[in-house]
């Protein structure tokens, strides 16, 4: 059996870049369907001999996972999204802050964690054709291949989460503990705390202040009308609001080992039960279970409101695993209750949260966005290639190409979900330049080797905002932004025949995918913020609150590369007919979803 001086029966084992998009670009490595079998096959060339070739596959694909520094170690899919795996919402602000004198501050903005999880879900048909000329004394073939993709592309969300949920678990508790008081006899006594973050965010006045505040390094409540703690004299004693104790991230100290609100005694100075100890600077903690504020230590390093979004991140997670709790007093009749200070700072947190929805998710909808999972059905972007295949010898051929892909996918609003599922590169015309060489050294092998470069040209998209300084981006309003971006593909594919006939092939090949980084060009350089105006002290009036844009932001994670192995087995029932069936799986990558393939289809020869 002879494969030699034959023809393309199709260039499909060089493929190009897939044709879709998520979340305003193209996040993912290429299909390996686009232009049918991979496999390629050495024919000979009729004189008068107008070939036309049609094939159908189907095919789908799934991603989980999603690689990030160049490797194989994996990230939760969502990175490719928002820049982060788990994140509050204060980050997608400028320098991750939520300015409390504002119109729509929450104060749940700062300290409520989401860790969003997503699937990526596709599947489809695709149908393609190609026609060829002979040319050039029946050595050159001059053709075009077009493919048109019918596709099913859904995102699905994983994570919990919705406007029924209650999110204030997780920042404050309470329990009845049984101590002994000073003096006897023991009483039943209420005891509550709250997360040292969450405590920072809650605003004491309109206009701003907050409960929770510094004087230079040191921690004050209530502008300065009250001291967390002091060791001094007995007349300080009934302003004391609090003692620290720990917990992890996410869990609310509940056990009376851990959390247990101090008796005092204010006529005895200054008696309490347990004594705490003094909180190291900067918020070190020690084995035992309970602290205090020591006066003149510096505790910068837990204030989430100050400094750049690395130390407020750095602060947050310090300030998130330290919890405030109750102080408690007996007076002369022996009834426990909270100290004077504590009572103040006490009734002026419930105050607060009687006017603040404790839902990040409700606060989100009321602006127009959610995360929600999101599926469309519709014909994709469609392939044109005009081409010219030449035969140099019996083992040897080689193709130029140039290609565009037709925005039929249609859509370029990106707005209001993270999670829209496109049919396309967004309303982008794409231009491509390709070429490929084929060479059979031996009857049962040949080896084929494809490269392409592709450019999506600049267009206008609806986006969300990236703010300027912020850590998250696709959430945030929608603004206009001018968006375009560049990739290559390039396979090596080892093309193995039975022994016997060449009607039974078997591919085994590899597939190298580099896209560069997004060209992001916001259409206007501030927009209003989703907080709403912000209040001016000096004017005692509201103003506008523009915040600056940073296509930075926006442009993180969007540069990927891909490896990937991809196999494929066809038979050729008779000189007319084929089937095909294979699948591919990207094996490392960086910024890139870690895919999973397979497709089946025929090809039919006219």
Known sequence: MRVRGKKNLLVIAAITMLFGTLVATEFRSPLIIERGPMRYVFEEWGESDCGLKVWSSCFTRESHKAFLSHGTSTYPLSTLFFNKSCFNLSEIFPNSYVDPATQYYSPYL????????????????SLGARWAH??????????????????????????????????????????????????????????????????????????????????????????????LWDTAAPATVGKRVGVVIQADVGAAPRSPDRFLGIHQNPSAAP??????TALGENGAISDDKQFYFASGADYSALNVNTGSASEK???????????????????????????????LMWDRIDWVL?????????????????????????????????????????????????????PTGASDNYCCNPYRAQMGNGEHWEIKLGGMIAWQPIDWLNVKVDGRYSFVLSDDERRMAAFKGACVKNIGPCVKAKVSWEYFVGTVDLNLFHPKTDAISFVLGYEFYYKTKDS????????????????????????????????????????????????????????????????????????????CDGFGGFVVTF
């Open 271 to 276: 008696a309490v039960t347990p004594v705490p």
């Open 354 to 406: 009687n006017n603040y929805n404790d839902n990040v998710f409700e606060w989100l909808d009321d602006r127009g966005f959610e995360f929600a999972t999101h599926r469309r059905c519709g014909i994709g972007d469609v392939d044109l290639d005009l081409f010219y295949e030449h035969q140099f010898n019996d083992d040897a051929a080689g193709e130029v190409m140039i290609g565009v892909r037709f």
């Open 313 to 343: 991140a750095a602060a947050q997670q310090k300030a998130s695993q330290l919890w405030v709790t109750s102080v408690h007093e007996t007076g002369a009749d022996n009834i426990p209750g909270l100290s004077s200070g504590s009572k």
């Open 520 to 595: 992001i060009d916001f259409k206007c350089r501030t927009i209003e913020s989703w907080l709403g105006n912000k209040w001016d002290s000096d004017t005692s009036a509201w103003v506008e609150n523009k915040q600056t844009l940073d296509h930075c932001v926006a442009e993180r994670y969007t540069d990927a590369i891909t490896h990937k192995i991809r196999l494929e087995t066809s038979f050729r029932i008779n000189k007319y007919f084929e089937l095909f069936c294979g699948g591919a799986y990207t094996i490392a990558g960086r910024n890139a979803p870690r895919d």
């Open 110 to 125: 700062g300290v409520t964690q989401l860790k969003p999880r997503i699937t990526y879900y596709e599947k489809g048909v």
């Open 134 to 227: 002979p040319v050039y004394k029946n050595k050159g073939r001059v053709g075009l291949r077009i493919q048109v993709p019918f596709r099913s592309v859904e995102i699905e969300r994983e994570d919990h989460g919705d406007k029924d949920t209650n999110q204030l678990d997780d920042l404050m508790t309470g329990e009845i503990v049984d101590r002994a008081g000073t003096p006897a006899p023991a009483t039943d006594v209420y005891a509550r705390a709250i997360r040292l973050d969450f405590l920072q965010s809650l605003p004491y006045q309109d206009t701003g202040e907050l409960i929770f505040g510094f004087v230079g390094t040191s921690p004050r409540v209530l502008g300065d009308d009250a001291i």
